[in-house]
């Protein structure tokens, strides 16, 4: 029998015919799935039940949300399914970060990188980062993931799958500290999905993580940034500026030309944030593009009254692209030049650069091969 799995309707319960549309109840916020229960004729606290035994406690198969009776479980098997990932592969780097790669229901790849922090009193803080796009359409000129090209967008379910998967995979006892939309994607060019799966994510009945836990990393879509801070509040925003004038910017963050410097701080300086809110600007170190101590004193004033923080990440390389990392002294000046100019700057190491898990080292390499091919 062929199944045909919907994200989105409701089946139609009286349809007792083989072709009956399943549907995938991941990504479903809790008004859909009381929704989906109401039209079964069950009552609503049916959905919540549902809703919990799938966000709350991860369980996948029906059958065990042992506080639903036999009869509608029975039913529901027939009806829906809780999608799932499953590792395709999993990577771990000498630093014991580790690298996920998850094949999506149409054959797609995306990665999911989880990072482990220890700390002074032997524990462990973990912090996974996840993928919002197969591919990504801002083309910059420093990042894998570019090379890809843009594929299609995640939805909120696919978004939210990665976590939920991830987290079956920490060792017992543990949970995520921090979440970041910082892998494969511009997560603001998948705005409704992006917001959807901070739902999910925060959601009190569900996975139930405060949205400060929680960072947006963005290329700078300055419309869309305030959009979902407004629809989102308190979840972190981490803005990539990578340059402090529009000339260098645009040529190695295309979507540059269309939402220059002017405009993206402009925004970030009139974002509704809270007061313990700051923004942290993530900025790529680039050997003789973006790394002088001019670019750090143009940065500074830029910045010059903006609750933030910055973040320098000197760059992660990968074959057949023609930048430079920056000599770690180069890297400490403009750290230097930017904390003298008052500003907190750290320099972020890279976690799991020997498993390509680093920022921007991110993608299917297939999707990259074929790209190329079709370009030759
Ligand atoms: S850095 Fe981010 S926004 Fe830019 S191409 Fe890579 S994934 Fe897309």
Redesign the pocket.
Do not use: K, N
């Given at each position: 029998m062929e199944l045909m799995v919907s994200t989105k309707n409701s089946p139609d319960w009286r349809d007792d015919s083989p072709a009956q549309e399943i549907t995938d109840l991941k990504g479903m916020g809790e008004e859909e799935i009381i929704e989906f229960c109401l039209e079964a004729g069950e009552p609503a606290y049916r959905g919540r039940q549902i809703f919990s035994w799938i966000y709350a406690k991860g369980e996948t198969d029906l059958d065990r949300m042992s506080d639903l009776p036999r009869a509608f479980r029975e039913e529901l098997a027939r009806r829906a399914r809780v999608g799932w990932l499953e590792p395709e592969k999993v990577e771990k780097g000498a630093d014991g970060t580790e690298k996920f790669l998850w094949r999506l229901g149409d054959g797609n790849l995306v990665e999911s990188v989880r990072v482990p922090m220890p700390l002074p009193d032997g524990k462990t803080r973990w912090s996974l980062c996840i993928s919002t796009q197969v591919g990504?359409?801002?083309?910059?000129a420093?990042?894998?993931?570019?090379k890809m090209g843009f594929v299609r967008q995640l939805s909120a379910g696919e978004i939210v799958e990665q976590f939920l998967a991830a987290r079956r995979l920490l060792p017992e006892g543990e949970r995520y500290h921090n979440v970041v939309f910082m892998g494969?994607?511009?997560p603001l060019d998948n705005l409704e999905a992006s917001v959807a799966a901070v739902r999910l994510l925060t959601h009190p009945k569900g996975v139930g993580m405060s949205p400060r836990r929680l960072t947006l990393?963005?290329?700078g879509i300055a419309p869309k940034l305030l959009e979902f801070v407004r629809e989102v509040p308190g979840v972190g925003v981490a803005v990539?500026l990578h340059a402090a004038d529009d000339v260098t910017r645009g040529k190695i963050?295309p979507?540059n030309r269309k939402w220059p410097l002017n405009e993206i701080l402009t925004t970030c300086r009139n974002l509704p944030l809270s007061e313990r809110q700051r923004i942290t600007f993530e900025y790529v170190l680039l050997s003789g593009v973006n790394d002088s101590p001019e670019d750090a004193r143009k940065l500074a004033g830029l910045l010059r009254g903006i609750r933030c923080k910055v973040n320098l990440l000197p760059w992660n390389p990968f074959p057949d692209v023609s930048f430079e990392r920056p000599a770690d002294s180069r890297v400490g000046e403009f750290r230097r030049i930017l904390t003298q100019s008052g500003l907190d700057a750290f320099v972020r190491q890279s976690k799991g650069l020997d498993i390509r898990a680093a920022?921007?080292q991110?993608a299917d390499d297939d999707k990259i091969a074929d790209r190329a091919g079709r370009r030759s």
């Open positions: 990504c359409a801002m083309g910059c420093f990042c894998l993931t570019a494969m994607g511009e990393s963005t290329v990539s963050v979507p920022c921007g991110l």
